[in-house]
């Protein structure tokens, strides 16, 4: 049985929270309520907070997370241009550009060659508050994306590979006084490096199962630690190119742009969005009588984690456990701090996460110099009552 299995057995089986110590399971291994435990609700998110808010958008509901790996048919989705429809069969993945031999190649042919199994939860770089549900985790199946352009032989001069997605729309293209009307396939770009970096897979399955349409079927690229517009649905072409590619869900749409001291002269910068930014943030307060249990998720880009740590109210800082079952590097993180001796009325938690660069997740005042939306990772503090 897998852990997640069991964990489901063990929930399914309505064990109370004393029954799973009493198996010598600490009770934080099991995240889903146990039967003595109610939810204490958060007055940010409203009970019935919209899930979908499109056919082809899904969030999580972060307050019903139940275990380590997202189900494919929970598993948060979004994207630009809907879901197109592949034939798998039918289906080649081309390999141009600045190679030895271009390639084309069939699910089998990906599927005959090494297959490697890798944890990575990622989150939108749009997610934020209050649900901070655009994030997921899950179990990806595939082929190193390095041995399939070793196989095609990469040229010296070969710089950035584009990742073109089957999904295409038509653009309206700004150019100084001009504006240009063109069709474009969603499209993603990574430096040399990145791209012949050992972790960088071409995904086939989710959760031990072909990947779903939302998913991206019939293959995806998954770039662990990456937020999630690195990781290309629909994957149909990769090309290798010595010029900067700069398309717009590249160079225009996922762009940060924020004030930066460099020797000491606040200067504006634009930067693109690639690997995460340390985030926590509380999923789910329970309570089991006096005993109160703070669940929350970090993301980041798979540097170890030092420390979480929780406050309530205007309180110290306190020391969170991390959950071993999440410990797999770029993994999702689940910590829980259990709260005992809390005074009736309002209550502010909150959580910061620090990696073991030293980098510490900011106050939303210290990313106020950060003026376009996406890459929020500011703390979050979150009201109860009780
Ligand atoms: N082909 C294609 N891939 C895409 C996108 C897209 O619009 N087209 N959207 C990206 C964005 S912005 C995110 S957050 C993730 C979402 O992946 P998911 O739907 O599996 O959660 O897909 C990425 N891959
Ligand atoms: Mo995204």
Same mark, same amino acid.
């Given at each position: ?9 063990? &929930? ?6 004393a029954? $799973?110590?009493?198996l010598?399971?600490?009770? /934080? ?8 435990? @109610? ?11 919209? $899930? ?18 997202t ?27 600045l *190679? ?13 060659m090494?297959?490697?199994? $890798?944890?990575?939860g ?36 070969f710089?950035?590979?584009?990742f ?12 100084r006084?001009?504006k240009?009307?063109?069709? #474009? ?16 897979? &071409? ?8 990947? @779903? ?20 649905? /629909?994957?149909?072409? +990769? ?6 590619? &700069?398309?717009?869900? #590249? ?5 940060? &742009?924020?004030?930066?001291? +460099?020797?000491g002269?606040?200067? /504006? ?7 995460? #930014? ?14 109160? @249990? ?13 420390? *979480? ?16 079952? @999440?410990?797999?590097?770029?993994? /999702? ?27 510490? #997740?900011?106050t ?23």
């Open positions: 049985m897998t852990k997640q299995a069991s964990r489901r057995a063990i &929930l399914k089986g309505g064990l109370a929270a029954g $799973l110590s009493a010598g399971i600490p009770e /934080w291994m099991v995240p889903a309520l146990a039967e003595s435990e @109610t939810l204490v609700p958060f007055t940010d998110i409203p009970e019935s907070f919209p $899930l979908a808010t499109a056919p082809d958008r899904r969030i999580i509901d972060v307050r019903k997370i139940e275990g380590v790996l189900p494919a048919d929970q598993f948060f989705t979004t994207q630009h241009y809907g879901h197109p429809v592949i034939d798998a069969s039918a289906f080649r993945l081309k390999v141009s550009g *190679v030895g031999r271009p390639l084309s190649l069939s699910i089998d042919d990906l599927r005959r090494r297959r490697v199994e $890798l944890v990575a990622f989150e939108c770089s749009g997610n934020r508050r209050p649900m901070q549900g655009l994030c997921s985790n899950g179990r990806w199946t595939g082929v190193p994306l390095h041995l399939v352009l070793e196989q095609a032989g990469v040229r010296p001069s710089r950035e590979a584009v073109f997605g089957a999904d295409r729309g038509e653009e309206e293209v700004e150019f006084a001009n240009y009307t063109v069709v #474009q396939q969603f499209g993603r770009s990574l430096p040399r490096e990145m791209a012949l970096a050992r972790e960088p897979l &071409l995904a086939y399955a989710l959760n031990g199962a072909p990947l @779903t349409r939302a998913q991206g079927a019939p293959l995806r690229l998954i770039v662990p630690g990456w937020y999630g517009v690195a990781n290309v649905k /629909w994957l149909s072409a +990769i090309h290798l190119q010595e010029a900067q590619y &700069l398309g717009k869900f #590249q160079a225009r749409w996922y762009r940060t &742009l924020k004030g930066e001291l +460099i020797d002269e606040l200067k /504006w910068v634009e930067t693109a969005i690639t690997r995460m #930014q340390p985030k926590s943030f509380i999923a789910r307060v329970t309570r089991a009588g006096d005993r109160f @249990t703070v669940f929350g998720i970090a993301l980041g880009d798979g540097t170890p984690i030092r420390s *979480v740590e929780v406050r309530i109210d205007d309180g110290p800082w306190h020391e969170a456990a991390l959950d071993p079952a @999440t410990a797999e590097k770029y993994s /999702w993180k689940f910590f829980t701090y259990v709260w005992s001796g809390a005074a009736p009325g309002e209550h502010t938690l909150v959580s910061r996460v620090t990696d073991a660069a030293g980098r510490v #997740q900011p939303a005042e210290e990313l106020q110099n950060k003026k376009t939306f996406l890459e929020d990772n500011s703390q979050f503090p979150r009201k109860i009552v009780i």
